[in-house]
């Protein structure tokens, strides 16, 4: 099919792969990656429709990129997530959840978010400060926390939770992962137990009310949920805020235009949606054989949809690759498309919003600070480990 040879999964490839998926954009649009046979679609129409096409590339088998063989999707696969679901269980489970994310509720909810906000930015130095830990990760995770009724004091635990599950996306099933996921099922049915007991006005107690056709959700859906809301809810965010500052620290022009006008601020994050996206890549499977660009994909194959590709696609995009903020309505796909597009997205984007909103108040300028920035390591999820950043104030 093609010379190209790309490890989707290594850690190379993770670090920057925006060059690769220019190659593969122009060369080799339907790739199918040698290791472990999955393919790969690289093109903005081709991802766009792929996502909307839930009857050929269905999302049953989960929306982890590895293949069938990888443990790490097998335990991905064994509870009823949303992304893990087709029409029309799908649209009943989504149905329930929605609620949540209403444009009223997530509007209701501004000014504890900007409560938040302010507390962890006060808390910063003047001078330098990593953000990942101190604003990047306590933020979306204190919102989630308040949504589900659980306590925010179990920060680490949350993300740790989190990277586990989402590193079982692309990557077989490690010991310390495996012992996150039942640390994870043992608190939150600890929870379940206690909302049974006394119920809330909260997410949780909702869920415990809540049917579909007639009968109550199962522990393994209420599971479900718990998980989703807590990876939707963290890791889509904070990557949102550390990928935001790290072309801002660069960039103090675009520092300077959005801390004069803050008209400028949405711009500013629907181009990071676009130019680093925090969702790179999922995974579908195909329901019968498909036959794009001269390429057969058989029935059965995993196949990746690129986020992260598509949306620097230079036939939707001009110059893809520059930072602009005069894009205008956002075309990107980084909060996917079709009936499994992102739940969350307005809630992600108004939280983005006020964390860039307080550090603009906080800070006259930013720049990047040592050590280094240490990128995650993972196909699904693009962002920060640790992102130093110095501060100046005015």
């Given at each position: 099919?093609?010379?190209?040879?790309?490890?989707?999964?290594?850690?190379?490839?993770?670090?920057?792969?925006?060059?690769?998926?220019?190659?593969l954009?122009?060369?080799?649009?339907?790739?199918?990656?040698?290791?472990?046979?999955?393919?790969?679609?690289?093109?903005?129409?081709?991802?766009?429709?792929?996502?909307?096409?839930?009857?050929?590339?269905?999302?049953?088998?989960?929306?982890?990129p590895?293949?069938?063989?990888?443990?790490?999707?097998?335990?991905?696969?064994?509870?009823?997530?949303?992304?893990?679901?087709?029409?029309?269980?799908h649209?009943?489970?989504?149905?329930?959840?929605?609620?949540?994310?209403?444009?009223?509720?997530?509007?209701?909810?501004?000014?504890?978010?900007?409560?938040?906000?302010?507390?962890l930015?006060?808390?910063?130095?003047?001078?330098?400060?990593?953000?990942?830990?101190?604003?990047?990760?306590?933020?979306?995770?204190?919102?989630?926390?308040?949504?589900?009724?659980?306590?925010?004091?179990?920060?680490?635990?949350?993300?740790?939770?989190?990277?586990?599950?989402?590193?079982?996306?692309?990557?077989?099933?490690?010991?310390?992962?495996?012992?996150?996921?039942?640390?994870?099922?043992?608190?939150?049915?600890?929870?379940?137990?206690?909302?049974?007991?006394?119920?809330?006005?909260?997410?949780m107690?909702?869920?415990?009310?809540?049917?579909?056709?007639?009968?109550?959700?199962?522990?393994?859906?209420?599971?479900?949920f718990?998980?989703?809301?807590?990876?939707?809810?963290?890791?889509?965010?904070?990557?949102?805020?550390?990928?935001?500052?790290?072309?801002?620290?660069?960039?103090?022009?675009?520092?300077?235009?959005c801390?004069?006008?803050?008209?400028?601020?949405?711009?500013?994050?629907?181009?990071?949606?676009?130019?680093?996206s925090?969702?790179?890549?999922?995974?579908?499977e195909?329901?019968?054989?498909?036959?794009?660009?001269?390429?057969?994909?058989?029935?059965?194959?995993?196949?990746i949809?690129?986020?992260?590709?598509?949306?620097?696609?230079?036939?939707?995009?001009?110059q893809?690759?520059?930072?602009?903020?005069?894009?205008?309505?956002?075309?990107?796909?980084?909060?996917?498309?079709?009936?499994?597009?992102?739940?969350g997205?307005?809630?992600?984007?108004?939280?983005?919003?006020?964390a860039?909103?307080?550090?603009?108040?906080?800070?006259?300028?930013?720049?990047?600070?040592?050590?280094?920035?240490?990128?995650?390591?993972?196909?699904?999820?693009?962002?920060?480990?640790?992102?130093?950043?110095?501060?100046?104030?005015?």
């Open positions: 099919m093609t010379e190209l040879d790309f490890d989707l999964f290594g850690t190379e490839f993770q670090e920057d792969p925006y060059p690769a998926y220019s190659k954009r122009a060369e080799a649009p339907v790739y199918r990656e040698s290791r472990h046979g999955v393919y790969a679609l690289t093109r903005y129409d081709d991802v766009d429709a792929a996502l909307r096409d839930h009857e050929t590339f269905r999302s049953g088998a989960g929306p982890a590895m293949p069938a063989s990888s443990g790490g999707r097998a335990a991905m696969t064994a509870l009823p997530l949303l992304a893990a679901t087709d029409p029309p269980y649209d009943q489970l989504r149905a329930l959840v929605s609620k949540a994310f209403t444009p009223r509720r997530v509007a209701e909810s501004e000014g504890r978010i900007r409560a938040f906000a302010k507390e930015v006060d808390a910063l130095p003047e001078g330098e400060f990593e953000l990942v830990s101190a604003v990047s990760i306590p933020l979306p995770v204190a919102v989630i926390a308040e949504m589900l009724g659980v306590d925010r004091r179990h920060q680490d635990d949350f993300r740790r939770w989190s990277d586990a599950t989402v590193g079982m996306m692309d990557r077989p099933a490690e010991p310390d992962m495996i012992q996150a996921s039942l640390e994870l099922a043992a608190y939150f049915r600890g929870v379940l137990e206690e909302r049974r007991k006394n119920p809330r006005d909260d997410l107690s909702d869920l415990l009310r809540a049917e579909i056709d007639g009968r109550r959700l199962t522990d393994a859906e209420l599971d479900a718990f998980v989703m809301l807590l990876i939707a809810g963290n890791e889509t965010t904070t990557n949102l805020i550390s990928n935001q500052l790290n072309v801002f620290a660069s960039r103090p022009d675009l520092w300077k235009a801390r004069e006008d803050r008209s400028l601020v949405p711009a500013a994050l629907e181009e990071t949606l676009r130019f680093d925090p969702v790179q890549n999922l995974g579908r195909t329901t019968c054989d498909v036959e794009l660009h001269g390429v057969s994909i058989p029935k059965g194959s995993r196949v949809v690129s986020f992260g590709a598509a949306n620097r696609d230079p036939e939707v995009f001009d893809p690759d520059d930072y602009r903020l005069d894009r205008g309505e956002p075309r990107h796909l980084a909060f996917g498309q079709g009936r499994h597009f992102c739940l997205a307005g809630l992600a984007r108004l939280e983005g919003r006020i860039l909103e307080a550090l603009l108040d906080r800070f006259e300028r930013i720049e990047p600070a040592t050590p280094s920035p240490k990128r995650l390591h993972s196909t699904v999820i693009r962002g920060f480990e640790g992102l130093p950043i110095a501060g100046r104030s005015a």
